[in-house]
DNA sequence: ACAAAAGTGTTTTGTGTACACCCATGG
DNA sequence: CCATGGGTGTACACAAAACACTTTTGT
């Protein structure tokens, strides 16, 4: 275990400080883009909502203390989330210096059942137009959140897609229309989506169909990763 | 002073970390793409290049601290940088917990003079396309750097240039033309990129042409601020 | 037969790219 | 008058957007 304290001045000076993660869970529904937020349930800030985010462990990967913080803070396991942005002006937190790394990530809400636990008193989705007045900078860290959100399912085709984890194995391409004009909030042409959605060759045509609608019945598809890796540019 | 420190648990375990800010400072020159390095002249780790970067002060704003930093470490006095991505994995440094936030910017090698003090041997160019073994996982930072650089170029429109702060005020568009190329490390076509050009109301047609060249002499060009912030969407 | 959504084709418009050409200056 | 880069215009390929039309199911 070698120091390396000495890269730094002599003057050691106690510059520690407490690292969290706060984290932007999206909850994808009929209904629109939620965001999943806590009613803190301890301290002088019992009764205002916030981020699920909690301190990092010393021996712990920032990643997968978001991941930990969020299962211990709302139920939801096992949801890997990305980097959003850091947030550390040193007056974020009034009364001590909390650096937080903002993740985010994004569910479909059919999937998950909120359970609040540790000392959130309450987890519940809020309508991303709807925000209420959080604790701290939260409000701004939703606001990035989504940004990166929607840059990234309007631009990166490299990683894997958005909705790989949103929508169920099979789906029709209109559900997966809908998925993109409720992130993006707005419409799209259902021709011109299809012809783009040719351009992703790893969005196999399956010859399942839908059954018990009242509509002519659509095709289902799936999402096929190893042929996304090849085409991974 | 209020103290939030109730909001976590109990079980008050030390969970302090050091926060450090990298800086990834580009230099545009004639001869491409370059990053400022350091030579780490302290600890056991002398000798060894390394991005320059330092702990953040527990009151300090954390691109507040990455301006003191450059400044402490290379004598780059006044350089804004822009937030690329935060490294915390808990191995990152060997034998203790520095979570490091990374900067960037791009400035004309020009208009510099790196001098290296406190715990810098030196400070000097280094081609992006030819970095040396760096210390941690500096290398992987200037990586995501780059990646960071390229893609506001590409598309960001609404915040201002990035040649702003590296171009003289007044400039010919085939300079522009070559910062872009340099960047980005590839060709564009002379017609083409000046057609781009047109979009960017911006970008402010003068009077003054180029004198004592052996060829047609240039219009000069420059940004103009108030328009641009009109024209930011 | 009708509603409702699936699915396909056509037309128009705009953008990216290649390339040809003329212009003004110094030597 | 030539070399050099400045500056402009045209033509083509392709992608984006608008929209019209056919298909298949349940009621």
Known sequence: MKDYSAIGEKDDAPRLMEVSTDCVVFGYGIDGLK?????????ELKGKWALPGDRVYVDEDLDQAAVRVLKELTGLENIPLQQAHT??????????????????????????????????????????NNIPQLTFDHNAIITYALQKLRNRLRHSN????????VLPE??????????????????????????KLNEMPYLI????FQTDVSHRPARLFKYDRKTHEKYAY
């Open 35 to 43: 965001v999943m937020l806590i009613e803190i349930g301890a301290s």
């Open 87 to 128: 947030f550390g002006d040193a007056d974020r937190v009034p009364g001590k210096r909390v650096v937080t790394i903002g993740f985010y990530t994004i569910i479909n809400k059919m999937d998950v059942r909120p359970t609040p636990s540790k000392w959130a008193d309450a987890a519940s989705w809020f309508d991303v």
């Open 158 to 165: 490299r990683r894997t897609p958005l909705w790989e984890s």
């Open 170 to 195: 099979h789906f029709t391409l209109s559900e997966l229309q809908h998925f993109y004009e409720v992130v993006l909030d707005r419409k799209f042409d259902k021709g011109n989506f299809r012809k």
């Open 205 to 208: 045509e399956t010859e399942i």
